[in-house]
C-alpha cells in the first residue's frame, strides 16, 4: 500500500485480474492529480457525521500544517511510474521549470472560531 496516496482498500471480495500477471488482487481506488495548479488551497472540513445522534459535530483534535509540502507522489505520472520523486526537483544538476515543481510552501492558515 502506497502512503503517500489517499487509498481505500475495497473489500477482500472485490479482486480483479491483473492484466500483468493475471491472478487475481485485492483492488484499490486511490485519489491523484493529473495536474497541479501554482497555488493550492486545501479545505479540512473537520466534521465527523454522528450516528447516535444523527448529528454533524466537528472534529476539534490538534492539526498540524508542514512548512513545505511535496505533492509529488499525488500526482498521476508518478503513480504511473512516468515521473520519479526527485531530491529538491533537479535534473541533471539544473533546476526544473516552475510549472514541474510540486512543492509548496505554507503562506497562511486561516482558523474558524464560533459556530
Known sequence: R?????TDAWDEYIMYNCSHCGK???AEKRACFKK??????F???RYTFNMVTMMK???NTHFSFPLRLDMTSYTEDFLMGKKEKRDGFKDNGA???ETESYEYDLIGVTVHTGT
Open 2 to 6: 502506497d502512503e503517500g496516496t489517499i
Open 24 to 26: 487475481k488482487v485485492r
Open 36 to 41: 497541479l495548479p501554482r497555488i493550492l488551497s
Open 43 to 45: 479545505n479540512t472540513m
Open 57 to 59: 459535530e466537528k472534529v
Open 95 to 97: 533546476p526544473l521549470k
